[in-house]
T-cell receptor, first 115, second 112 residues
Framework: NAGVMQNPRHLVRRRGQEARLRCSPM?????VYWYRQLPEEGLKFMVY????????ESGMPKERFSAEFPKEGPSILRIQQVVRGDSAAYFC?????????????FGPGTRLTVL | SQQGEEDPQALSIQEGENATMNCSYK?????LQWYRQNSGRGLVHLIL?????REKHSGRLRVTLDTSKKSSSLLITASRAADTASYFC????????????FGKGTHLIIQP
């Protein structure tokens, strides 16, 4: 009964490189959410996806950030041309149904460090 | 104040005592969810309380919800050193947004 899985757990990138973060939801869950957490802060919602669709990207920065959740495989959060301000912990959550009525279960996070 | 704001920011108590944390939110909710986060780790789901519920229990945890005051509280009874963590409440900010909104959390320290 695996929970939400994220990899890598730690990622180091130099400024200008690309970062790819992967998330596999809990078995049977088709709703995925990405959050970002800066040090000493709460989590900030970025994007909500269902299989093959972005439903709500109201928290996503307009440039350099993109997300996908293909029919097969994990959800991917992609950050192009990373800058130091992108250094944060990125968490993925999944739910059985749309989150307003269901628990969101979180993965262990990916800690991105931009040098 | 922001949606899902926890209070106090930090709380230090002796092992065995009870710990109470509060959360305020601004817009109408369908449910409110409490989470625990150990240092450097992900969030662990504790309790979901629906808007038509006033109180919910899970082991040593008790959550209350007052929709008239737009507030919730989390009570941990008979605290243990392992309860040391940050606690967050998550709620939806309305407008159809699907992401939970969290405050900065309450950092709870249990002194042995």
């Amino acid at each position: 009964n695996a929970g939400v899985m994220q990899n890598p757990r730690h990622l180091v990138r130099r400024r200008g490189q690309e970062a790819r973060l992967r998330c596999s939801p809990m078995k049977g869950h088709s709703h995925v959410y990405w959050y970002r957490q800066l040090p000493e802060e709460g989590l900030k919602f970025m994007v909500y996806l269902q299989k093959e669709n972005i439903i709500d990207e109201s928290g996503m920065p307009k440039e350099r950030f993109s997300a996908e959740f293909p029919k097969e495989g994990p959800s991917i959060l992609r950050i192009q041309q990373v800058v130091r301000g992108d250094s944060a912990a990125y968490f993925c959550a999944s739910s059985l149904d749309r989150g307003h009525y269901n628990e969101q279960f979180f993965g262990p996070g990916t800690r991105l460090t931009v040098l | 104040s922001q949606q899902g704001e926890e209070d106090p920011q930090a709380l230090s108590i002796q092992e065995g005592e009870n710990a109470t944390m509060n959360c305020s939110y601004k817009t109408s909710i369908n449910n409110l969810q409490w989470y625990r986060q150990n240092s450097g780790r992900g969030l662990v789901h504790l309790i979901l309380i629906r808007s038509n519920e006033r109180e919910k229990h899970s082991g040593r945890l008790r959550v209350t919800l007052d929709t008239s005051k737009k507030s919730s509280s989390l009570l941990i009874t008979a605290s243990r050193a392992a309860d040391t963590a940050s606690y967050f409440c998550g709620s939806y900010s309305g407008g159809g947004a699907d992401g939970l909104t969290f405050g900065k959390g309450t950092h709870l320290i249990i002194q042995p």
